[in-house]
């Protein structure tokens, strides 16, 4: 992933989703974007051979670790409960161990 490709999904992203929310009409409709990391187990990360991920990991991921499938999984359970997450709308979220492309 280049770091011009990630700024090109992030704004087609951010477009999207400013589009989506709408408070016009009785029903406000909430839209946020989740932007994922490098994910364990996945498509993505099982391409790429074990010396890389480790090099990854230790010079640009914040955290030292891949984020796992349930990181992501409970950050969307989060956004669709509107008792925990109702104010929240319009939002592009990054739940990717704070990386650095």
């Known amino acids: 992933l280049t770091k011009s490709l990630a700024k090109e999904m992030s704004f087609v992203s951010t477009s999207s989703k400013k589009q989506g929310s709408s408070n016009k009409g009785p029903t406000i409709v909430r839209v946020n974007a989740i932007v994922p990391g490098f994910i ?13 991920k480790e090099k990854m990991m230790e010079e640009k991921i914040a955290m030292k670790h891949f984020g796992k499938v349930d990181d992501i999984a409970n950050l969307a359970l989060f956004l669709a409960s509107s008792k925990r997450s109702g104010y929240i709308t319009g939002e592009c979220i990054e739940c990717s161990g704070l990386i650095s492309l």
């Not at 187990?41 to 074990?50: G, L, Q, R, Y």
């Open 40 to 52: 364990q187990d996945t498509a993505m990360t099982n391409a790429v051979p074990e010396k890389i």
